[in-house]
């Protein structure tokens, strides 16, 4: 974990000449599930352009050829990324080594995780593993709503596999929850959970393969305890955007690199660099 206050930056040309690869999240940094952020699509792009490998990494429970078409379609440019690594990818392993009968929370969208494993999507009574994708409608749906089939299923023993380890995500001003919102309530209940995403390993050992095992890297991304976290367990230098999910929860601190420092500082964590948004 990076010691001291933060260093505030403008521009991320000011400190990518010392690194060979960025691994940059997606989701409130690239774009915000309306649109992308042009300034962060041209500072990716500009990262290549000098030399610097771009893996775009992701807790989305997609695959990775899922999220370059969502991304496209929210104008995030081919020119901004080498690589995309998706916790749906890192994922799939943890899948693959359990059992054949699953149950599916979440929505159809995400049913491409399971392409080609040979498995058996079962009812909950019949099931012998679950796979968190998500909530069946994140728009309406809270994920308390989950905690009566929850129970039921702590009380069975199924172990729970979380395909995107986020609490919320922001779709423009409003914030979405996420698999790893209902998997902290099964959580809580007792039940077992394996995570593959940010900041667990799998999901940069993925990575590492397309930027080789010597290559340094600076981590970008906008959740403490995802992005964050996972850059300081991974051991490469973060740069923190300060204006992301956490723009509300540390209000009183954005602005003062001394003072965001604490605060990451009281949740265990620590970060290079700081900027309100990727430029």
């Known amino acids: ?9 403008e521009s991320l040309d000011e400190v990518f000449s010392g690194y060979d690869a960025l691994f940059c ?3 409130g940094v690239v774009h915000d599930g309306v649109a992308s952020h042009p300034a962060a699509v041209s500072a990716l792009a500009a990262a290549r352009r000098a030399g610097k490998q771009v893996v775009l990494l992701t807790n989305s429970p997609r695959l990775s050829d899922g999220v370059e078409r969502q991304i496209a379609g929210l104008g995030v440019t081919r020119e901004a990324f080498d690589a995309i690594v998706t916790s749906g990818d890192a994922t799939r392993a943890l899948i693959e080594a359990g059992s054949r009968h699953v149950l599916h929370i979440g929505p159809e969208r995400d049913l491409d995780i399971f392409d080609g494993l040979g498995l058996v999507l079962e009812s909950e009574t019949s099931a012998q593993a679950i796979v968190c994708t998500g909530l ?7 994920p308390e709503d989950y905690r009566p089939l929850l129970e039921r299923l702590v009380a069975r023993g199924l172990p729970m596999i979380c395909a995107n380890p986020d609490i919320v995500v922001h779709i423009g001003d409003r914030l979405i929850p996420c698999a790893g919102a209902v998997a902290a309530v099964y959580a809580s209940l007792g039940g077992t959970v394996h995570l593959a995403g940010k900041p667990h390993a799998p999901i940069y050992e993925v990575a590492r393969r397309h930027v080789g095992e010597g290559a340094r890297v600076l981590c970008v991304g906008d959740g403490m ?3 964050v976290l996972g850059a300081n367990n991974h051991g490469a230098d973060c740069l923190f955007i300060s204006h992301g999910i956490h723009r509300d929860e540390l209000a009183e601190a954005i602005g003062d690199p001394v003072l965001l420092s604490a605060e990451l500082l009281k ?10 948004a990727l430029r």
């Open 136 to 142: 069946a409608d994140d728009r309406t749906e809270d």
């Open 267 to 276: 949740r265990g964590v620590g970060a290079r660099f700081v900027m309100p």
């Open 225 to 227: 305890m995802t992005d």
């Open 25 to 27: 999240d997606v989701w």
């Open 1 to 9: 974990m990076t010691e001291g206050a933060m260093r505030a930056i």
